[in-house]
C-alpha cells in the first residue's frame, strides 16, 4: 500500500512540475511583451510604428512596419537589453523607399536622429542637407548648445560639412529631460549604442554597452585614448543616462 501511495505521489510530483515549467515560461514570456511595450524607446521614438511583439521561451520576434531604417535597430536592441531574452529575430520591414546610403536623405535622417537622443541639443532643430553639407536652423539657448550642435552634427558618419544658422534667444519652457529622470535602462542602452554607431570618431562594433539603473557600462577596444573619452561625452549626454563607467581598453 505505501509503494501504491509513493507512486502516486511521484506522479503527481511529475506532473505538477510539467504544468508549472510552461506556466513560469509563459509568465515570463508576457513580462518580455510588456516590457518592450512599455518601454521609453518604444513610447517615444516608435509609437507611430506598426510593431507586434512575440515571445515564445525568451525568443522574441518582431513582425510588422517602421517608418526609418533606425527603427529596426532600436527595437531590436531595446527588446534585447530585457530580462529574460535569448534572441531577437527581427522581421521589420520599413514602409516606403529606403534612402540610398550617404544620399542626403539618408544623412538628414541620421542627424535628426542624433539630435533626438542627445539632451543637451534642441531635437527641434531644423536639418537640410545638400551634397553632403549639412545646414541647421532653429533657436538655441546659449551659445554652448549650439555649438555643441554643431559639433554632434560634424561628427555624424557621412557629414562634409556643418553650416550652423541656429538663433541663439533666451531659453525657453520646453520639457528638458534631466539625466535623473526614470528611463528603463534597455531604452537607454539601445539608445547610447545607435549614438556611438552614427558617430564617425566612434567604434560602436568594437563597443559593448550595458546599463543598470541608469548607469552605463562600456566595454571593448578603443583605437586610441581620443576616442574612449568621446565615447563617455557622447554617452553621457543620452537621454537617462545617470552616468559612465568606461572600461574599454586602448588598443
Known sequence: ?????????????VALLAFSVPAQASTTDSRIESSAKKSYVFKTYLKNDDIKI??????????GTVSEESHKSLARDTVSGLPGVKSVDNMLEVKGEIPAKNSDTWLT??????LLFHRSVSAMTEV???DGIV????????QAEKDLTT???????GVKDVNNEMTVSKPSKKATRTAGEKIDDASITALAKMTLLYHRSTSALETKVATKNGVVT???KAKNETEKNLATKFVEDVHGV??????????
Open 109 to 114: 535622417t541620421k542627424v535628426k536622429t542624433t
Open 151 to 157: 559639433e554632434y552634427v560634424k561628427d555624424v558618419e
Open 218 to 220: 562600456l566595454s571593448g
Open 54 to 63: 512575440q515571445s515564445k521561451d525568451g525568443v522574441v520576434s518582431l513582425t
Open 1 to 13: 500500500m505505501k509503494k501504491i501511495h509513493s507512486i502516486f505521489v511521484m506522479v503527481a510530483a
Open 128 to 130: 537640410n542637407t545638400k
Open 135 to 142: 545646414t541647421l536652423q532653429g533657436k538655441a539657448d546659449s
Open 242 to 251: 545617470k552616468n559612465v563607467k568606461n572600461r574599454m581598453t586602448i588598443e
